[in-house]
């Protein structure tokens, strides 16, 4: 039984490349709160639908509903604007600007100030804010270092910070720890989940990693060839003959 | 440089400037008061720099801001500083905020091939509508009044350039806020990633249009003054060469901070008067040498240069004290 009033919900979501169904009628129905992992081989349409659902790429066919409200194709920054943030596989960052800066430019956007061209960035809420957001993620070491000197976890780390200084009801995240090295793939999700748990926002996250996903996840979609094949609790999900061959390749 | 070090630099180079008219001889504060009126628009392509676009046409700013003074001259007689400096950063500004609207579109090449474009339409206006322009005899632009005063003939050099240094200190605070405001941070971050600003829920177009029309204020500012100070105004000011000019400038005394189009301005200016005293057949190749060095030596113009030199002297202090 789907969700009265889901924070995000699809509708017969498609969109082809040329020949290529990237996304083929995708419905799925997501609940506040919830902390979903999407799954699935290489190609099978995953950064695809983040891509649809975050109005970075226009479907040809299909709705997109964030929190009841019509979301097709709109542009990536009214679709913030409805509250919903997303990380990228490769961290998109100011790298000019320092650690902190980055954060400070987040929460003037937060604060619908942006356009701002008086007063400064600096400012003390801002700047106590900034720092709370940087220790959650434990990057505040680097606060006031350019963001070229962080390493590639700290780069994730500040990419997902970002999303989350927007305070978005709906947060999606694209491989937080492709790039990470092994031994600080689960220190990096801890982080992550440990923040995501305090402040209770809904988080759809694309990994690969099929431990990360059954630890972190309450529940798990499974992508194939553009479409949503399995859905529901990781560990009976991940255990289906057909979703082992389609994300792992095994019998 | 550190907040010791503005304390001290900003004190100084305001008292040079206030009381250079005292000091120097009338040619020089000339090439002053010119320098300060191109700082203002170097400054707006300096703004662009930041944001990783080049224009090619702010020119065109220069031109209108000058007209302006010419044609409320010629047509309504009105000559008074304190009316024709403003009125000039609004035309320049209002024009931006009509070209802006098309222009924020745009990046790269095409951003900057296209101010060219605009400005080259204006230089041909300016040309052909003779009855109205002038056409290649230009405009004479008559000397400001100040509050209705017109200043006796020895003073009116001085009080000229008391406004032009009034203009462009007010306008360096202008923009030294716009870049520590989020706006002028976004301008920065422009330039390493627009996804990201776009995600942030933000506007890049937004952010470059509200940049383009404070760059169209300076354009206008810079115009008047210089015509102030020449005297004469002609089509040639709103030339694509005189936008390759600011964009040399800027290049010259960095874009990074507010006092690198300052110093840039002031050093092109002497260095093209020398040039052409010493070399009059090669103050262009000389021009590009200079550019040339810097952009191998110091990619950071004058003022890198200047901050590099600053800093290794309070290292080197800081290693006395220690000794």
Request: with cysteine.
């Amino acid at each position: 039984m789907p969700e009265p009033n889901p924070i995000l919900q699809t509708i017969d979501l498609t969109k082809s490349f040329g020949m290529v169904k990237a996304a083929a009628a995708i419905n799925v129905h997501i609940a506040r709160g919830e902390l979903v992992g999407i799954v699935g081989a290489n190609g099978s349409g995953k950064t695809t639908f983040l891509n649809l659902i975050t109005g970075y790429l226009k479907p040809d066919r299909g709705r997109i509903l964030i929190m009841g409200q019509e979301s097709t194709g709109l542009p990536p920054r009214r679709v913030t604007k409805l509250g919903l943030a997303r990380s990228f596989q490769i961290p998109q960052l100011y790298i000019g600007l320092s650690v902190l800066e980055n954060v400070l430019l987040a929460l003037a956007a937060q604060a619908g100030k942006s356009t701002a061209c008086w007063r400064p960035l600096y400012r003390g809420q801002w700047l106590e804010h900034g720092t709370v957001v940087l220790e959650r993620f434990g990057l505040q070491a680097y606060a006031r270092r350019p963001v070229a000197e962080l390493p590639e976890g700290g780069r994730k780390l500040l990419d997902i910070a970002l999303s989350f200084a927007l305070q978005p009801q709906l947060l999606l995240m694209d491989e937080p720890t492709s790039g990470v090295s092994i031994e600080d793939k689960f220190q990096v999700m801890d982080t992550l989940v440990n923040v995501l748990q305090q402040s209770a926002v809904t988080t759809i996250f694309v990994e690969h990693d099929m431990d990360v996903v059954q630890r972190y996840s309450q529940s798990v979609l499974v992508f194939n060839d553009g479409q949503v094949i399995a859905d529901g609790p990781p560990a009976s999900v991940l255990a289906y003959p057909e979703v082992r061959k389609a994300v792992l390749g095994q019998e | 440089m550190t907040a010791r070090g503005w304390s001290l630099t900003v004190p100084i180079v305001t008292v040079l400037f206030v009381a250079a008219p005292f000091v120097v001889p009338s040619w020089i504060l000339f090439i002053l008061h010119l320098a300060l009126a191109k700082f203002l628009v170097v400054l707006a392509v300096a703004l662009f720099l930041r944001g990783g676009l080049v224009s090619f046409g702010h020119a065109l700013f220069y031109a209108v801001g000058a007209y302006t003074a010419g044609f409320a001259a010629k047509w309504f007689g009105v000559r008074e500083a304190l009316l024709l400096v403003p009125l000039a950063g609004l035309f320049g500004a209002a024009v931006a905020a009509v070209i802006g609207l098309f222009m924020a579109r745009y990046r790269g090449v095409f951003f900057a091939m296209l101010n060219l474009a605009v400005s080259m339409i204006l230089y041909a206006i300016l040309l052909k509508f003779y009855w109205l322009t002038g056409g290649t005899d230009g405009l004479r632009v008559q000397t400001p009044t100040l509050l209705g005063f017109v200043p006796p003939r020895d003073l009116i050099r001085l009080t000229s350039y008391y406004v032009a240094l009034v203009v462009a200190g007010i306008m360096t605070y202008v923009v030294y806020r716009f870049l520590a405001s989020p706006l002028g941070y976004y301008l920065k971050a422009l330039a390493d990633n627009e996804i990201r600003i776009e995600y942030s829920g933000e506007s890049v177009q937004r952010v470059i249009y509200a940049t383009y029309v404070l760059s169209g204020a300076l354009g206008g500012l810079g115009g008047v003054l210089a015509a102030f100070t020449v005297g004469h105004i002609v089509p040639e000011y709103a030339f694509w060469i005189q936008s390759g000019e600011f964009v040399f400038v800027a290049l010259l005394g960095g874009y990074g901070s507010v006092p690198g189009p300052l110093i840039g301005a002031i050093a092109f200016e002497f260095i093209r008067t020398y040039a052409n005293k010493y070399a009059p057949y090669a103050w262009q190749m000389t021009l590009g040498i200079i550019m040339l060095l810097i952009i191998l030596l110091q990619p950071g113009g004058l003022w890198a240069m200047y901050e590099s030199m600053v800093a290794r002297f309070s290292r080197r202090a800081e290693g006395v004290e220690r000794a």
